[in-house]
C-alpha cells in the first residue's frame, strides 16, 4: 500500500534507529522532568536559537504543543481569533474550551489565510458583557486548505496590528519547514512575528514523535509546570529528542524532494476531466482535491483509493486530501498518478 494519508505515517530512518547502539548515547540520557536530560536539554537550545527565541521546551505533541500556548496566552473566558480551518479549531477535540477554559472566535480566510483587516474587524470591544479578545492564532502551512504557505507580508501586517491591539500572536508552526523550504525563508525570520511558535518533528521530518515550543524564558518557564500538569513530563525524552535532532539536522533539505511529489499527483487530478483541484494551492507536500463531480461520497473515493492499493484521507465534505512524505518515493507518486488517470 502506498501511505498518502498524512505525513505523519513516517517510520524512523535506519540512521535514526541506529543512534541508540552507541554506547555514549546512554549516558547523556537523564530524567527530564528534574531537567537532567542532556540530550533534551541542548536540543530545546538548538531549536530556540533556530526560531530566534529565548527558549524552547520539547513536548510530546502538536496539539500539547499548541495548548500549552493558548494557555500561556490567555485567562479564562477570553476569546481567541483564528482561522475557521485551523488545526487547533477543528482537530484537538475542544481543548482550549477544556483546558484553558476560552471560547474560540473562528474567521473565514481566503485559502486559509486571514487578514489584518478581518481580525481588526473581530476584535470585541471593551464590555462587561464581551468576552476579552486576548490571542489570536496563525497556521503555516494551513493544513486544511492544502499547504497553503502564509504569505508573510500578511504576517507582518498582522503582528503589527496585535501590537497596537495589545493582542498576543501564536503561530502553529506544525509544517512550518514546508513553508520554509518551499520560500526559502529562515525559520527564525517567521518566527519573529509571534509571541509563542509550536513546530513539529513528527510530520515532513519523520522523527517517530515530538514537538517544541519556543517563546521568552517566563513563558517557556510557565508551560514547563503546564506540561507536567496535563501529563506530559517526559523522563528519558533523549531517546525521542535525538531522533527529532537527526531529523531536524538532516531532513530540512529533503522536503522540497516531497514538494515535488505532491506535484507530480496534483498535475494527474488536474488533467482528470471528472476532478477539481486548484493548482495555485499546490505549494507544498499537501494535495487537496475536490471530488463533487464524480458522483461519489468523499469517503467513497478514499475507498476506491484504497482498493487501488492507495491510502488517502477526507478532510471536509466533497474534498479528499493526499500527503507526500520521506517513506513515498517519487516512483510511487508517478504509480499514483497513473491510477488517477484510469479512475
Same mark, same amino acid.
Given at each position: 500500500?502506498?501511505?498518502?494519508?498524512?505525513?505523519?505515517?513516517?517510520?524512523?530512518?535506519?540512521?535514526?534507529?541506529?543512534?541508540?547502539? @552507541?554506547?555514549?548515547?546512554? $549516558?547523556?540520557?537523564?530524567?527530564?522532568?528534574?531537567?537532567?536530560?542532556?540530550?533534551?536539554?541542548?536540543?530545546?537550545?538548538? +531549536?530556540?536559537?533556530?526560531?530566534?527565541?529565548?527558549? =524552547?521546551?520539547?513536548?510530546?505533541?502538536?496539539?500539547?504543543?499548541?495548548?500549552?500556548?493558548?494557555?500561556?496566552?490567555? *485567562?479564562?473566558?477570553?476569546? +481567541? !481569533?483564528?482561522?475557521?480551518?485551523?488545526? !487547533?479549531?477543528?482537530?484537538?477535540?475542544?481543548?482550549?474550551?477544556?483546558?484553558?477554559?476560552?471560547?474560540? %472566535?473562528?474567521?473565514?480566510?481566503? $485559502?486559509? !489565510?486571514?487578514?489584518?483587516?478581518?481580525?481588526?474587524?473581530?476584535?470585541?470591544?471593551?464590555?462587561?458583557?464581551?468576552?476579552?479578545?486576548?490571542?489570536?492564532?496563525? #497556521?503555516?502551512?494551513?493544513?486544511?486548505?492544502?499547504?497553503?504557505?502564509?504569505?508573510?507580508?500578511?504576517?507582518?501586517?498582522?503582528? #503589527?496590528?496585535?501590537?497596537? &491591539? &495589545?493582542?498576543?500572536?501564536?503561530?502553529?508552526?506544525?509544517?512550518?519547514?514546508?513553508?520554509?523550504? /518551499?520560500? &526559502?525563508?529562515?525559520?527564525?525570520?517567521?518566527?519573529?512575528?509571534?509571541?509563542?511558535?509550536?513546530?513539529?518533528?513528527?510530520?515532513?521530518?519523520?522523527?517517530?514523535?515530538?514537538?517544541?515550543?519556543?517563546?521568552?524564558?517566563?513563558?517557556?518557564?510557565? =508551560?514547563?509546570?503546564?506540561?507536567?500538569?496535563?501529563?506530559?513530563?517526559?523522563?528519558?525524552?533523549?531517546?525521542? @529528542?535525538?531522533?527529532?535532532?537527526?531529523?531536524?539536522?538532516?531532513?530540512?533539505?529533503?522536503?522540497?524532494?516531497?514538494?515535488?511529489? =505532491?506535484?507530480?499527483?496534483?498535475?494527474?487530478?488536474?488533467?482528470?476531466?471528472?476532478?477539481?483541484?486548484?493548482?495555485?494551492?499546490?505549494?507544498?507536500?499537501? +494535495?487537496?482535491?475536490?471530488?463533487?463531480?464524480?458522483?461519489?461520497?468523499?469517503?467513497?473515493?478514499? #475507498?476506491?483509493?484504497?482498493? %487501488?492499493?492507495?491510502?488517502? *484521507? *477526507?478532510?471536509?465534505?466533497?474534498?479528499?486530501?493526499? +500527503?507526500?512524505?520521506?517513506?513515498?518515493?517519487?516512483?510511487?507518486?508517478?504509480?499514483? /498518478?497513473? !491510477?488517477?488517470?484510469?479512475?
Amino acid at each position: 500500500m502506498i501511505d498518502l494519508r498524512s505525513d505523519t505515517v513516517t517510520k524512523p530512518t535506519p540512521e535514526m534507529l541506529a543512534l541508540f547502539a @552507541a554506547p555514549s548515547l546512554r $549516558n547523556r540520557l537523564g530524567d527530564d522532568v528534574f531537567g537532567e536530560d542532556t540530550l533534551t536539554n541542548e536540543f530545546e537550545r538548538q +531549536v530556540a536559537d533556530l526560531l530566534g527565541k529565548e527558549a =524552547a521546551l520539547f513536548v510530546p505533541s502538536g496539539t500539547m504543543g499548541n495548548q500549552l500556548c493558548v494557555k500561556l496566552s490567555t *485567562s479564562e473566558g477570553d476569546e +481567541v !481569533i483564528l482561522e475557521s480551518g485551523a488545526h !487547533i479549531f477543528n482537530y484537538e477535540t475542544a481543548a482550549p474550551a477544556v483546558l484553558s477554559r476560552v471560547q474560540l %472566535k473562528p474567521l473565514d480566510g481566503e $485559502n486559509g !489565510i486571514l487578514t489584518a483587516e478581518q481580525i481588526d474587524r473581530a476584535i470585541r470591544p471593551v464590555a462587561d458583557w464581551y468576552p476579552r479578545t486576548s490571542l489570536v492564532c496563525l #497556521e503555516n502551512t494551513h493544513n486544511r486548505a492544502g499547504g497553503i504557505i502564509y504569505p508573510i507580508e500578511d504576517i507582518e501586517r498582522i503582528s #503589527e496590528l496585535c501590537r497596537s &491591539k &495589545k493582542l498576543r500572536l501564536h503561530l502553529d508552526g506544525a509544517r512550518l519547514w514546508n513553508a520554509c523550504a /518551499a520560500t &526559502k525563508i529562515a525559520p527564525k525570520t517567521y518566527a519573529q512575528f509571534f509571541d509563542t511558535v509550536s513546530v513539529c518533528f513528527s510530520k515532513g521530518l519523520g522523527a517517530p514523535a515530538g514537538s517544541a515550543i519556543a517563546g521568552t524564558q517566563s513563558d517557556i518557564q510557565k =508551560a514547563r509546570r503546564w506540561r507536567k500538569l496535563w501529563g506530559g513530563g517526559m523522563r528519558q525524552s533523549g531517546v525521542l @529528542a535525538a531522533m527529532a535532532k537527526f531529523a531536524l539536522d538532516n531532513h530540512l533539505d529533503r522536503l522540497l524532494h516531497d514538494h515535488r511529489k =505532491a506535484l507530480c499527483i496534483a498535475n494527474a487530478f488536474a488533467a482528470h476531466p471528472t476532478f477539481k483541484i486548484d493548482m495555485t494551492a499546490v505549494q507544498t507536500n499537501i +494535495v487537496a482535491v475536490d471530488v463533487s463531480n464524480t458522483g461519489l461520497s468523499e469517503r467513497d473515493v478514499v #475507498e476506491r483509493f484504497r482498493e %487501488k492499493g492507495v491510502l488517502i *484521507s *477526507s478532510i471536509k465534505k466533497n474534498y479528499i486530501r493526499l +500527503v507526500t512524505h520521506l517513506d513515498v518515493s517519487m516512483n510511487d507518486a508517478e504509480n499514483v /498518478a497513473e !491510477i488517477i488517470q484510469t479512475f
